[in-house]
């Protein structure tokens, strides 16, 4: 299976159908009237979309076990059809089209074998997610924007050329992966004029967002945050919840994190951690979610 560890969860819709042809008139009638010698078939039918619903996972190799949170199954009777629809919502990972699909078809097989008995040219057509929700689907508009990002990273051995930066080239890539340009990327030593320096050259170049990575520890030169607060205009403790929160539930070290995420005038600025691996799943944790903020803050400019 695809690996979606790294993804958070989301509420996430799905709407699939399938369309149940009869070849009698006759047929419709009888599953109205309930006089179909294997019994009632649409309420027979919705048990089994509710069974298959909850088994995706055990029939499709690739299907991520996941919690079923609703499950609604409705149909529409036409005078040579009976079209199925099955709405699935759930607070996860991945997406619930495949679970949607999977229940509609059930649905119209067990229709079809409840009513063979009486119409022996029944098919199944047009089995098809018709609406989702929820996921990289919804968070597209985001990524549809021209966006600037300068990278510094914050490290005294790095910037003495006693190892290699990889943080930073880690968060370049995820930024640019979501379409940021990224046209600054700078290694500085953990000092708190240089950070504050830096940060007000690209705040005045008019840069989307500034993204210091490194400091964030404990140590004595860990200073990014207290760099970084001084001059925030606006904290968002929400970006600093949810980059802990995603760490925590990986490693109880997260806890020791002191990320912080504020603006200066229009440009987001973020002070992540150092660590490779705390800087990759903080991005994670809150892209491409977080840049939904300009196209809020371009909706207020032009109210």
Do not use: W
């Not at 969860?9 to 179909?36: D, F, G, M, W």
Request: proline residues 5%; contains cysteine; hydrophobic residues 40%.
């Amino acid at each position: 299976m695809i690996n979606i560890t790294h993804k958070s969860p989301t509420l996430r819709k799905a709407i699939a159908q399938a369309i149940v042809k009869v070849s009698l008139p006759e047929t419709i009638q009888a599953i109205q009237n309930r006089t179909v010698p294997k019994g009632n078939v649409l309420e027979c039918a919705r048990v089994a979309g509710l069974f298959a619903a909850k088994r995706t996972a055990d029939m499709i190799p690739d299907c991520h076990p996941l919690p079923v949170e609703f499950t609604a199954i409705s149909y529409e009777l036409g005078v040579m059809e009976v079209t199925v629809f099955v709405e699935i919502h759930t607070i996860y990972k991945t997406g619930v089209e495949v679970e949607a699909m999977h229940a509609a078809s059930v649905v119209a097989l067990t229709i079809y074998d409840m009513l063979k008995p009486i119409d022996k040219k029944i098919s199944i057509e047009q089995i098809k997610l018709v609406e989702k929700n929820g996921g990289k689907s919804d968070r597209k508009k985001d990524l549809d924007q021209s966006l600037r990002a300068a990278v510094i990273v914050c490290s005294d051995s790095i910037s003495a050329g006693k190892k290699g930066d990889r943080a930073g080239m880690v968060i370049k890539e995820k930024l640019e992966k979501v379409g940021v340009h990224v046209p600054v990327y700078r290694i500085i030593p953990d000092e708190k004029d240089q950070i504050r320096q830096l940060c007000a050259q690209f705040v005045g170049e008019k840069m989307d967002l500034v993204i210091f990575t490194g400091g964030t520890g404990l140590s004595q030169r860990d200073v990014t945050p207290e760099a970084l607060e001084g001059i925030l205009e606006r904290r968002i403790p929400g970006i600093e919840e949810a980059i802990r929160n995603y760490g925590q539930q990986r490693t109880p070290y997260s806890m020791l994190s002191r990320s912080v995420a504020g603006l200066i005038g229009d440009t987001l600025v973020l002070g992540l951690p150092g660590s490779t691996n705390g800087a990759s799943e903080s991005m994670d944790a809150v892209f491409p979610a977080l840049l939904h903020i300009f196209k809020v803050k371009e909706g207020a400019r032009h109210d």
